[in-house]
């Protein structure tokens, strides 16, 4: 079954309330015009006088109806004029949205700023359409950014095997180092592939909220880092109170663990990182390190981002871990905060939501 559409409806609309306003106006216009004449005959001598009553009723409904015949027809076409020019921008927006894909995200619509109604509406899809572009570039982006990382390991192990068949000197030795080496790539694809879904779970809303101590699971945390921070000389002050949180603990982990490897790994020899917890929900990780100008600060939250290295260099690993950090933080609607330390490193806050 086929939908009335809105101009029909729009101009059935006006025809009819024009047409019960000219009804009412003809009522009040001609109500005090209606007369009644009453005439008197005189008959011959010897007949009763007879008497006759004539109206202009008739005349007027005759008059009255004609008015309205027309009012009804000149309202529907009007109407319809009117219901199409009013309408006139939400044609625009729809065949705006029609013509728009993935690789049109940009543009942006122009509506007529005829009704205050249909700019309001422009400007949402407006903004609706920005965030779509935004998150199709940096999905575009991602993909780019894991191919590669994916890639890299791949073409070395390949490189690896055709230059040990290649070697008709090749001895057991070299090819248990091949092996060795082939292991390392193997491992480091494991781990990119596991950063890989943990960030995609992070993106994923929570299914179930529970309650924990944010200040027990940083403790394991530094527990797991202490003997990577005592071998580079780094020294840990912990300042941490019970923090009630609610939210997914499996999540929260690595969040706090993210967050200690990454004030772990990117620091100076002998320099510190001070991590506290205080209630209500909050964490706070400061760390010595190279100087972050404030223009970088928010690209490091990003896939596959990091700071004045080479993709290809693994020994800073994949660039994930601040990126798994804001997906959760995302997740559990947390306030995250990163500011540049003046002396060097990064100063990173969350507040989790509280327990109830």
């Not at 009117?82 to 006139?88: C, E, F, N, Q, Y």
Request: hydrophobic share 40%.
């Amino acid at each position: 079954m086929t939908r009335p559409r809105l101009r029909t409806r729009l101009a059935l609309l006006h025809a009819g309330l024009a047409f019960a306003c000219g009804a009412l106006l003809l009522a009040f216009v001609n109500v005090p015009l209606l007369t009644a004449r009453q005439t008197t005959t005189r008959p011959p001598a010897g007949q009763p006088v007879a008497v006759q009553s004539t109206s202009n009723l008739a005349e007027m409904l005759q008059y009255s109806a004609v008015a309205l015949v027309l009012i009804a027809g000149l309202s529907i076409p009007l109407g319809w004029l009117i219901a199409g020019r009013a309408l006139r921008p939400l044609r625009v927006i729809t065949a705006a949205a029609r013509t728009t894909s993935a690789d049109s995200l940009a543009t942006r619509l122009r509506v007529p700023a005829a009704y205050q109604e249909f700019t309001d509406l422009a400007d949402t899809l407006d903004g609706l359409l920005h965030r779509l572009d935004r998150s199709f570039t940096a999905q575009r982006q991602f993909i780019a950014n894991a191919s590669h990382e994916l890639r890299t390991p791949l073409t070395v192990q390949r490189t690896l095997l055709q230059l040990t068949i290649a070697d008709p000197d090749a001895t057991a030795d070299t090819l248990r180092s091949t092996c060795h080496e082939l292991l390392d790539l193997g491992q480091q694809q494991e781990h990119l592939i596991d950063a890989l879904l943990t960030l995609a779970g992070g993106y994923q809303p929570i299914a179930r909220w529970e309650r924990f101590d944010l200040a027990d699971l940083t403790c394991k945390a530094l527990q797991d880092h202490r003997p990577e921070a005592e071998r580079r000389g780094i020294e840990v002050r912990t300042a941490l109170t019970p923090a009630p949180v609610t939210g997914d603990p499996r999540l929260a982990a690595i969040l706090v663990t993210n967050l200690v490897d990454n004030a772990v790994r990117h620091n100076v020899p002998g320099g510190t990182v001070e991590i506290t917890t205080t209630a209500p929900g909050r964490l706070t990780v400061s760390n010595t390190g190279p100087r972050i100008p404030q223009t970088e600060t928010s690209r490091l939250f990003e896939p596959f981002q990091r700071l004045g290295t080479d993709r290809t260099d693994q020994t800073d690993g994949h660039g994930l871990g601040l990126a798994i950090v804001a997906a959760i933080a995302t997740a559990h609607h947390a306030r995250l905060t990163a500011q540049p330390r003046p002396e060097g490193g990064l100063h990173i806050t969350v507040d989790l939501p509280p327990a109830r």
